[in-house]
């Protein structure tokens, strides 16, 4: 019984031994004939091969390298999955952002009108200085045009003009600036509410 248990034993090892041998490669080489090998076959490397285990048991193929053609195909796909990969995440930052800020369209439309009203503020202090401004300057030219001054006195009051002039220059700038940045605050609030809304109706799906 014990030589027979052996016996069995020693086969069992026979057989994993067998299976552990190296792999059969085969494939069928430019002329069409089939080639097989214990190791990959130089002459199938661009063509591919079939892998065997040492019993004759099909285990996998092993495909060729991609062609040029392949490759640029591959590396766009990467990209386009690079990039939408980019996308979704920053999506889902800007969800994020939306949701720590905003309850409501109501929200939204709060904060448009204080950024709005801001501005507003800031360009009217800016119409008020260039009105007194205005108001200086229009003194200097009278001044000059009804009285008699000498020259120091001339040159003096010519350079505060020339003063008020680029402080007339610069609040007109700035008045620009408000009213430009005012359509701004609002296209994007405009973006931030219909970014909301698409969000909000994503997430009732």
Request: glycine share 2%; hydrophobic share 30%.
């Amino acid at each position: 019984m014990e030589k027979t248990s052996f016996s069995m034993l020693s086969l069992m090892c026979l057989v994993v031994l067998n299976e552990a041998r190296a792999d059969i490669y085969r494939c069928a080489n430019a002329q069409g004939r089939v080639v097989t090998s214990d190791r990959p076959i130089p002459e199938c490397v661009s063509r591919g091969m079939k892998v065997y285990s040492n019993a004759g048991r099909f285990k996998n193929d092993v495909a060729p390298p991609p062609s040029a053609e392949e490759k640029q195909k591959n590396a766009l796909e990467a990209e386009r999955k690079k990039r939408e990969d980019f996308e979704e995440q920053e999506r889902k930052k800007e969800e994020r952002y939306l949701l720590a800020h905003y309850q409501s369209e109501a929200d939204i439309e709060s904060a448009r009108k204080r950024a709005v009203d801001s501005l507003n503020e800031k360009r009217g202090l800016a119409k008020e200085q260039l009105e007194g401004l205005s108001q200086l300057i229009l003194g200097l030219q009278d001044e000059l045009k009804n009285s008699k001054k000498t020259t120091r006195e001339f040159e003096s009051i010519r350079q505060r003009a020339d003063e008020l002039s680029t402080n007339i220059n610069n609040t007109r700038n700035a008045i620009a600036f408000y009213e430009q940045e005012i359509v701004r605050t609002n296209h994007d609030y405009d973006e931030t509410l219909k970014r909301y809304r698409t969000m909000i109706s994503r997430n009732r799906r």
